[in-house]
């Protein structure tokens, strides 16, 4: 059995509780931002992505015209920083509704470092930095969809390993990912399963022209 949830009946309010608690688990983009005024912000945003492969874009998505997204449109930069797992309660502070003039690296107690490309500065403590430049900004009702192409990715040597054929790769267990779930809910990064795809010439019950 199952019961219709219709947005219209529910109310936003509502109706967001439950998408959130259905669309899971979601990756947080931890977005550093500085104010035309020289203020540093930070905040996590639970709805993030990569949105293109070339050029190389990420984006995530500001629910209402919170600090980040102000800081964005006037200065076109943003940083996005891991979410990792030993800054659990450190990330969630930064959630706090400081006012725009209060940096929440200084409130937290996290280091603000120089990045290499943009102005915005890097959560020091943070495995990885993507720093961006604004690409554009989609207005969707009460959200801005915020796409930013890489210009530079800092990332820590020790989060590396090289697999049998020789391939570098950042290792998702030392990244340590954090994920956003519903309610007050987070998630750390549980069983790791591997499967690769299968090549259609090699489905089963497939015979290729020339075999």
Known sequence: MRTDH???????????????SVVVPRPIAWVSTRSAAGVDNLAPHSF???????????????????????NVSETREFVVCLAGEPM??????????????ISEFTSV???AEPSTVVTPSRVAESPV??????????ELGDSTVVIG????????????T????????PDVRRLAPLARLGRNEW???????????????????HYAADD
């Open 48 to 70: 993030f992505t990569v949105s293109c492969v070339d050029p190389p874009m990420v984006q995530f998505t500001s629910v209402g015209k919170k600090d980040s997204l102000r």
């Open 109 to 111: 107690g996290l280091t």
């Open 6 to 20: 219709s947005p219209d009946e529910l109310g936003t309010g509502p109706f967001y509780k439950l998408l959130t």
């Open 162 to 169: 090289t697999d049998a054929r020789g391939t570098s790769l």
């Open 149 to 160: 192409r890489v210009v530079n990715a800092a990332i820590d040597d020790d989060v590396f």
């Open 187 to 205: 998630s750390r990064l549980g069983e790791i399963i591997e499967i690769a795809r299968i090549p259609y010439r090699e489905w089963p019950g």
């Open 88 to 101: 659990f309660e450190k990330i969630n502070a930064t959630g706090t509704d400081f006012p725009s003039e």
């Open 129 to 138: 930095a993507l720093e961006c430049v604004l690409h554009s900004a989609i």
